[in-house]
């Protein structure tokens, strides 16, 4: 069976943006990232002004669409399907609790296993009730941001001294700089615990309209199909002349910020949440952009594909790779570069992976995370399918 070349791609690229979001709490600051020291000076306020205006926010957006775009792959409209998706979702988050147990606080394997479950709930309704739930669940998720977001902007400036509370660094910190691996696990965790409850709370509801999205589109082959290029083209201006703007802005309040003597966390809250709530036209963009590629010059985009078909295990492996570049138990840099260098690892790092696909699946039909899930999910004789 040929495989279709735009996921791929497309979740190949996402990997990318995935990465350069999550390295700064990797690298930085386990809890703020590029935040405070870490956004001064030219060179690393321009980083953190790339990654807020072209990654952060866009890219879990494009990596949630392909998750419920790949919901097709599996379910093909049969009901019959129901226990494999399932089983699935809670393979997602077995990986994802080994994940952010052992490598990662930011795992999004578990989350995605676990709104997985509730998207059962909607693979078999119509397409006119999936968009109206999508609208409804963004249009919440809108609401709830911008309230939150206003409320500690006008909560500071009124009641400054209630907000004047010491930084305190989380314990994380202090054992990648020179602590044991076994000595991480419980802090991470407790990172792990806060940000779930918070990505839910906050990011939840625009992953799972993403997903929604995504599984309505997969039903026209919207990535495979026959490909309508004045739609492509509206999608990507629409994107381009709407969303950049915005993101831009957000993302220069969110530097002039926290370049400044006394930054505003209401100030840093309201650009996040101003970006996170534009960030679905950009992400359309994107793909968009993709699309166009994948069909008018594939030679250009293709080279990311291997990486596509072996999402899960470069996802993994790109932790594994920065845990033992910044732990004390590998190279210990935690702290020990600038931000610019940082982004520049990440896409180096990624390039290496998008290489290592490549060679395995010259020899190996799937990646080896990608077959331990099929031997996990797959009922006796049912052939591989990639997603």
Known sequence: MQRDITP????????????????????????????????????????????????????????????GYSSSYIIKNNRANRGRWIKRCFALMAFGAIHFTFLWHGDIIFLYGLLGLLLLAF??????????????????????????????????????????????????????????????????????????????FLQGGMAFAAFLLGMRLARSNFLSGPFDELQNSRMIK?????????????????????????????????????????????????????????????????????????????YISQSVITSLIFGPWGLGLFQELETWMVLILAVVIWLFLVYFSRIWLKRFAQGPLEKLMHALTSSKGTKAVEI
């Open 8 to 67: 791929d791609v497309l979740r190949g690229f996402a990997l990318l943006g995935i990465l350069m979001v999550n390295i700064p709490f990797m690298a930085l600051s386990s809890d703020e990232g590029a935040r405070g020291e870490w956004a001064q000076g030219l060179a690393n306020g321009s980083a953190t002004w790339m990654m807020a205006a072209i990654f952060a926010g866009k890219f879990y957006l494009l990596f949630s669409f392909l998750f």
């Open 123 to 200: 693979m078999f309704r119509t397409d006119r009730v999936i968009k109206i739930w999508t609208r409804v669940i963004y249009s919440v998720s809108a609401v709830l941001i911008t309230f939150i977001g206003l409320s500690v902007l006008i909560g500071e400036r009124l009641f400054p001294e209630e907000f004047e509370d010491a930084y305190v660094e989380p314990m994380l910190d202090e054992v990648l700089r020179s602590g044991t691996f076994i000595d991480s696990i419980s802090p991470r965790l407790e990172l792990w615990a806060f940000g779930l409850i918070s990505g839910v």
């Open 238 to 314: 629409r994107g381009l002349i709407f969303g950049l703007p915005i993101q831009m802005i957000a993302a220069t309040i969110l530097v002039r910020n926290e370049q400044s003597g006394d930054p505003y966390e209401g100030v840093y809250l309201s650009s996040i949440f101003l970006a996170f709530l534009s960030a679905p036209l950009l992400s359309m963009a994107y793909v968009g952009i993709i699309r166009k590629l994948a069909h008018t010059k594939p030679s250009a985009v293709s080279w990311m594909m291997p990486a596509g078909r072996m999402s899960l295990t470069v």
